[in-house]
């Protein structure tokens, strides 16, 4: 089946730092990619939606010049938490959509947990 | 209003018990439905879909009701491995866009 992955799974970090997170499609391509966020005991909220050759969109409430997606490839995208404070810290997970036997079934990257001290 | 909205739980079950999940949502222009699975600090998993008709797979059942704007789960003879959180999921049609609900806990004993 499509694989998902994401890089690192866990990241400990001071504040102040900026952390990159990448999201990769191992087996197709997604010219869409999705980013959300989990804090515990909450769902996932979506953060933003990243295109391939153009700017990401972002959902309400979510600082753009925050949380940086790029994304490089078809199978590549990254968010980069810039100048990350302890309130960042959470649970990240990537998904991409493929057309299968599910409408739109979405393929989600096992996450990255991200703590800032 | 909460777009999607679940009961917490924990649902705590014996073992070979059938167990139902409810969740109910706002947007009736909701056009795509599933349900997820997620593990203690994994990533969500596709359950299943759900469609008007019912669809059955296994010892899972989902069910859609349009008029109430209502999804179900029901699993039957629940085994220590169903335990996880079970997410209610719906796509409004805009570019494949999720929205989650915030899960039912799920603890099956023996």
């Known amino acids: 089946g499509a694989v998902v992955s994401q890089h690192p799974s866990r990241v400990i970090c001071k504040s102040g730092t900026s952390v990159k997170i990448e999201c990769r499609s191992l087996d197709f391509q997604a010219t869409t990619m999705f980013w959300y966020r989990q804090f515990p005991k909450q769902s996932l909220m979506l953060m933003a939606t990243?295109?391939?050759?153009?700017?990401?969109?972002?959902e309400q409430g979510v600082e753009k010049d925050k949380f940086l997606i790029n994304h490089a490839s078809l199978t590549l995208s990254t968010l980069t938490v810039t100048s990350a404070h302890p309130e960042d810290s959470s649970f990240y997970i990537c998904?991409?959509?493929?057309?299968?036997?599910?409408?739109?079934?979405?393929?989600f990257g096992p996450g990255t947990r991200l703590t800032v001290l | 209003r909460k777009e999607v909205e679940q009961d917490p739980g924990p649902f705590n079950v014996p073992e070979g018990a059938t167990v139902a999940f409810n969740c109910t949502y706002s947007n009736s222009a909701s056009q795509s439905f599933f349900w997820y699975r997620q593990d203690c600090r994994k990533e969500p998993k596709l359950l299943m879909s759900v469609y008007s008709s019912g669809n059955e797979d296994g010892r899972f059942t989902a069910q859609l009701n349009r008029a109430s704007q209502y999804i179900s789960l029901l699993i039957r003879d629940s085994k220590l491995s169903d335990s996880a959180t079970y997410l209610c999921?719906?796509?409004?049609?805009?570019?494949?866009?999720?929205?989650f609900g915030t899960g039912t806990r799920l603890q099956v004993t023996l």
């Open positions: 998904s991409a959509p493929r057309t299968s036997r599910h409408y739109n079934e979405q393929f």
């Open positions: 999921v719906l796509n409004t049609g805009t570019a494949s866009k999720l929205t």
């Open positions: 990243s295109n391939e050759g153009s700017k990401a969109t972002y």
